[in-house]
């Protein structure tokens, strides 16, 4: 059956987190966004009252909430601040290779440090030379006896100055392109160093580091899933976190919207509110149609992973129209705001530069429209499994 009816629970968990953006998130976005300011005290309360770690089933002390649960969190804070939500969020895509391929003690150890106490974890994946191309990373993992030695520099990671683990995706067979990447739970230590804190555009809350790993030993059963089977895992993750990315868009898109509807109604030109005028009407029917849409989307490409079902096509659907609507939207409302809305006192250009990320991260805009045409073009004729 095709129904998007939420359930009860379902529609009470999308207030308690819309309560919690409104009176947490929203009250101090735009004062942390001036300095860039990290928001410890709302991970705190947010670790608190189960908005974190949503996807760790409760055997490892999580939630074990839905693909979906997770989306109604994510556009709801999101709507708050995204740069807030990125933070917030960002255990899940550093937890998602861990439940996916690693050993029983691996999880228990790991996701169960991110349930015991408000904890962050990171996913290193990018490299200065290897964006986009992951194939093309230098970071090594040697192994020698019952240990691997790391060594290597990621950069642009999501809450990696906070962090007290990381998801390290190191060359094991350095000639092998993307069949010679492996996946490993590493845990910061003295020999992993946090080089540089990004000064960014949007999302000035989030932290956004450089992370390097000098001669950095870990134990052999730190290795998630296969050596050399990293990309999958890395592939299969993103599946799983872009329906999410895709909420977060939703909810900048929705955040910018409200504020130009509101502000449509109140500004008078020509002796009329500004929503008296059809070219206004018209913008406003778009933005409209379009966030409905992106949730459309998101939620289909968040069932089917509910569902045990493979997704790639769809979240990168989900994700490619959500972070393109989020970036028109928000550029939209500060039309709507006119002059105003180039003015930082007037608010909405903070989600204009915040939207931009969504076109950026785990997949640039261009990369999901790779997918989209692979997908099409290729289509994969059996069904995969929801794990490796
Ligand atoms: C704020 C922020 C947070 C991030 N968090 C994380 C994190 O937590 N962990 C992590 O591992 N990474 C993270 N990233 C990295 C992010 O995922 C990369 O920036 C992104 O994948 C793009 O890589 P790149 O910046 O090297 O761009 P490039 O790959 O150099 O791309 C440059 C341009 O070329 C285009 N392009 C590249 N290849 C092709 C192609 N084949 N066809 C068409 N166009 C192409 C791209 O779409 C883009 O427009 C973060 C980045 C930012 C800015």
Same mark, same amino acid.
């Given at each position: ?71 109604? #969190? ?5 709507? /708050?601040?995204?740069g ?7 255990? /899940? ?5 861990? *439940? ?56 642009? #990671? ?42 960014k555009m949007g999302q000035r ?19 998630? /899933? ?25 909810? #900048?898109?929705? @955040? ?24 206004? $009407?018209?913008? #406003? ?21 509910? $569902? ?14 959500? @972070? ?26 903070k989600?204009?530069r915040d939207a931009k990320i ?7 805009? $261009?990369?999901?429209? *790779?997918?989209? @045409? ?15």
């Amino acid at each position: 059956m095709v129904d998007f009816t939420l359930t009860d629970e379902q529609k009470a968990l999308r207030e308690m987190a819309h309560d919690f953006a409104e009176k947490e998130i929203r009250s101090v976005a735009w004062e942390l966004d001036v300095d860039g300011t990290w928001p410890q005290d709302i991970i705190n309360k947010a670790w608190e009252i189960g908005l974190m770690n949503s996807h760790i089933p409760e055997e490892y002390g999580g939630v074990g909430a839905s693909y979906l649960d997770g989306c109604l #969190i994510e556009e709801e804070l999101a709507w /708050g601040c995204s740069g807030v939500q990125t933070t917030v969020g960002a255990n /899940g895509l550093a937890a998602a290779p861990v *439940l996916l391929a690693g050993s029983e003690e691996t999880k228990k150890k790991y996701l169960g440090m991110l349930t015991e106490r408000p904890a962050l974890a990171s996913f290193c994946l990018t490299e200065p030379s290897a964006g986009s191309d992951v194939s093309g990373m230098r970071t090594r993992a040697v192994k020698k006896g019952d240990k691997y030695v790391l060594n290597g520099s990621k950069c642009f #990671i999501t809450n990696g100055g906070y962090a007290d683990w990381y998801t390290v995706y190191a060359k094991t067979d350095p000639d092998a392109g993307h069949r010679g990447i492996s996946a490993f739970v590493v845990p910061k230590d003295d020999t992993v160093i946090v080089d540089k804190k990004e000064d960014k555009m949007g999302q000035r809350a989030s932290n956004t580091a450089t992370i390097t790993f000098n001669d950095t030993e870990i134990p052999a059963e730190n290795l998630l /899933g296969e050596e050399n089977k990293g990309f999958k895992v890395a592939m299969m993750t993103l599946d799983r976190t872009r329906p999410g990315v895709a909420a977060m868009a939703t909810g #900048i898109a929705r @955040a910018a919207f409200e504020m130009a509807v509101d502000y449509s109604k109140e500004r008078v030109q020509f002796g009329v509110p500004i929503a008296m005028h059809q070219a206004i $009407q018209f913008m #406003i029917a778009d933005m409209s149609t379009k966030i409905h849409l992106s949730r459309l989307a998101t939620w289909n490409s968040a069932v089917l992973l509910d $569902q045990g079902r493979r997704n790639t096509i769809e979240s990168s659907h989900a994700k490619r129209f959500a @972070a393109d609507t989020a970036m028109e939207v928000t550029t939209d409302a500060v039309q709507v705001f006119g002059g105003y809305g180039f003015i930082k006192e007037y608010k909405v250009e903070k989600f204009m530069r915040d939207a931009k990320i969504m076109q950026l991260y785990e997949g640039t805009a $261009q990369i999901q429209r *790779l997918v989209i @045409a692979r997908e099409t073009l290729l289509p994969r004729r059996v069904e995969e499994p929801a794990a490796v």
